[in-house]
Nanobody, 124 residues
């Protein structure tokens, strides 16, 4: 069992930056691929970014490519997403997810564990 705890959300003006963190419990973090997803009010959950076990491969939604960067520190059992040039349409609850595989994927149903989410609000 893996427990995930997100942090770093908040209110920011358009054009600003935030870094979300996701701390994972357990001693097998490096064997998991990790993903970030988000859900805006009235919308379905959508993929944001994913990273494989080593950090050597990353994937991004087109809507965030060039603005967001996912990374991980296996020694700290933590995955991050650096979000720059934020837009009001980035406003959502952001969720961290872990997949029992070294290979990262972009679909939410392939992930096995989820955090409770952290709110990101971007004002215009």
């Amino acid at each position: 069992q893996v427990q995930l705890v997100e942090s770093g959300g908040g209110l920011v003006q358009a054009g600003g930056s935030l870094r979300l963190s996701c701390a994972a419990s357990g001693r097998t973090f490096s064997t998991y691929s990790m993903g970030w997803f988000r859900q805006a009010p009235g919308k379905e959950r959508e993929f944001v970014a994913a990273i494989n076990w080593s950090g050597g491969r990353t994937y991004y939604a087109d809507s965030v490519k060039g603005r967001f960067t996912i990374s991980r520190d296996n020694a700290k059992n933590t995955v991050y997403v650096q979000m720059n040039s934020l837009k009001p349409e980035d406003t959502a609850v952001y969720y961290c997810a872990a997949r029992r595989s070294v290979t990262a994927v972009v679909v939410d149903y392939e992930y096995d564990y989820w955090g409770q989410g952290t709110q990101v609000t971007v004002s215009s």
